[in-house]
C-alpha cells in the first residue's frame, strides 16, 4: 500500500468507474464455468450404427422353417 490506506468504499467506487462491465463479465464467466463442469458430468450415450442389409439378412436366416 505504500503508506496510504484508502477506505474500500472509495476504492470500490473507484475501480466500478474505471471497469463499468466488469461484474457482468465475472458473472459471464462464472456461468460459462457452471455449464462447462455440469456438461463434464453428463452420461454419454453410445450411439450403435447398424448395417440394415446385413442385419435383415442375418434376421431372414434366424426364421424357423
Not at 463479465?25 to 450404427?49: A, F, G, H, L
Request: hydrophobic share 30%.
Amino acid at each position: 500500500m505504500h503508506g496510504f490506506f484508502v477506505d474500500i468504499r472509495l476504492y470500490r467506487k473507484a475501480k466500478s468507474v474505471a471497469e463499468p462491465f466488469a461484474f457482468e463479465e465475472y458473472k459471464r464467466k462464472k456461468v460459462r464455468e457452471k455449464i462447462e463442469e455440469d456438461r463434464t458430468n453428463r452420461v454419454k450415450v453410445q450411439v450403435r450404427k447398424c448395417r440394415r442389409g446385413d442385419d435383415w439378412k442375418s434376421i431372414q436366416n434366424l426364421t424357423w422353417y
